[in-house]
Structures are given as structure tokens and as C-alpha cells.
T-cell receptor, first 113, second 109 residues
Framework: DVKVTQSSRYLVKRTGEKVFLECVQD?????MFWYRQDPGLGLRLIYF???????EKGDIPEGYSVSREKKERFSLILESASTNQTSMYLC????????????FGPGTRLTVT | GQNIDQPTEMTATEGAIVQINCTYQ??????LFWYQQHAGEAPTFLSY????GLEEKGRFSSFLSRSKGYSYLLLKELQMKDSASYLC??????????FGSGTKLNVKP
């Protein structure tokens, strides 16, 4: 079974802090994605990566950056956390650009106070 | 831009059939997907359509009409465990995925 893990299920940070959310997949997938999920807005793509050290902006990249130094790990960075970044963050991976199925991690519920 | 619409919430009875609709307007199209998400859990993949027509997988079927920008997910013989949110998503020509806000399905005894 594909396994996508995220570093924390729940996280509480203060405004202005730098926040790192880690995602690891164990199936040698090429593509990895970061989404945030908010009530009434669904899942919105923040960034995705189709290869090591490669990244593409999604719909809402502002206030976020990403890092992919190794194939299995994709990190989301909030440079200076703000209260409007309080959300559920979901990481996903898929085998390659031709694949249609994404495998999601359990999510990190981030609260910024 | 991308626009994906689906009803916010639906209620159905155990054993019945329910159809969840999804309409989309996207600048590119490379496939339509349905995911299931139970409360507090990660979404899991249900189905994929890239050509017009019906794809059947057990109790679940998904239909696509590309000319109408329309899809539906059909759930038969509803069970209590089918109570969940159902997410419609479209991928564009650049492998980006766009999700609707989800339809919360309540299955009642």
C-alpha cells in the first residue's frame, strides 16, 4: 500500500513564526502536491513538484514556499505565519505525470494564533 | 479560470440510489475524478473519466459528458458507511488538479 505521512496531525503556531510542514511518501512517486482545505472552498492547490528540486505554483502560492531535496520528501514552508493560514493542509503524491490517482496523507490541522 | 460546482449537501436513505452532480468550466481538460472523504480523514480515490460515458466500479458509477462540462457520481444500494463528502476534481493539461468544494452525503436508516 502507498503510504503518505505528514509530520504532525495538529499544530499550533503564533503569528510571524516560520512553520515547516513535512510530507514523506514511500512509493517512489514522481509527483507531490500540497493543498489546503477550508470549509466551503474545497481543496486548493498551493504548490506541486514533478521532480526533485522542481516546483510549480498552484492557485494560492502567496505566503508559502516549498522544498524538495529528495524524491520522497516535500516540505511546505510558511515564511511568516498569519491567522488566515489557519487551515487543514493535505499532502498528496502520484506516480508520474500520466497517473490520475493521487494518494493523500492524513492532513495537518494548523492553527495560527 | 477554473470553476467546479457541486451541491453542498444531500440526504438519502439506506438501500437507495443517489446521484451527485458536478459541472465544470476549465481552460484545459485532462480528466475528471471523484474522491471520497470521510470526516477527519484524507480523501481516497473513487473514479476517473477522460472519455464520455459511464464507468462502473461495483456500487459506484461515474459519468462524463465533456461537451456539457458535466459529470455525475452514482451510488447504488447505499450503506451507512457511504456517509461522507464526495469531491469532484478536474485536471488540466499541466497535471494541475482543481477540486470542487465537495458534496456532503448523509445516509439515513
Amino acid at each position: 500500500d502507498v503510504k503518505v505521512t505528514q509530520s504532525s496531525r495538529y499544530l499550533v503556531k503564533r503569528t510571524g513564526e516560520k512553520v515547516f510542514l513535512e510530507c514523506v511518501q514511500d512509493m517512489d512517486h514522481e509527483n507531490m502536491f500540497w493543498y489546503r482545505q477550508d470549509p466551503g472552498l474545497g481543496l486548493r492547490l498551493i504548490y506541486f513538484s514533478y521532480d526533485v528540486k522542481m516546483k510549480e505554483k498552484g492557485d494560492i502560492p502567496e505566503g508559502y514556499s516549498v522544498s524538495r531535496e529528495k524524491k520522497e520528501r516535500f516540505s511546505l514552508i510558511l515564511e511568516s505565519a498569519s491567522t488566515n493560514q489557519t487551515s487543514m493542509y493535505l499532502c498528496a503524491s502520484s506516480p508520474d505525470v500520466t497517473s490520475y490517482e493521487q494518494y493523500f496523507g492524513p492532513g495537518t490541522r494548523l492553527t495560527v494564533t | 479560470g477554473q470553476n467546479i460546482d457541486q451541491p453542498t449537501e444531500m440526504t438519502a436513505t439506506e438501500g437507495a440510489i443517489v446521484q451527485i452532480n458536478c459541472t465544470y468550466q476549465t481552460s484545459g481538460f485532462n480528466g475528471l475524478f471523484w474522491y471520497q472523504q470521510h470526516a477527519g480523514e484524507a480523501p481516497t480515490f473513487l473514479s476517473y473519466n477522460v472519455l464520455d460515458g459511464l464507468e462502473e466500479k461495483g456500487r459506484f458509477s461515474s459519468f462524463l459528458s465533456r461537451s456539457k462540462g458535466y459529470s455525475y457520481l452514482l451510488l447504488k444500494e447505499l450503506q451507512m458507511k457511504d456517509s461522507a463528502s464526495y469531491l469532484c476534481a478536474v485536471s488540466d493539461n499541466f497535471n494541475k488538479f482543481y477540486f470542487g468544494s465537495g458534496t456532503k452525503l448523509n445516509v439515513k436508516p
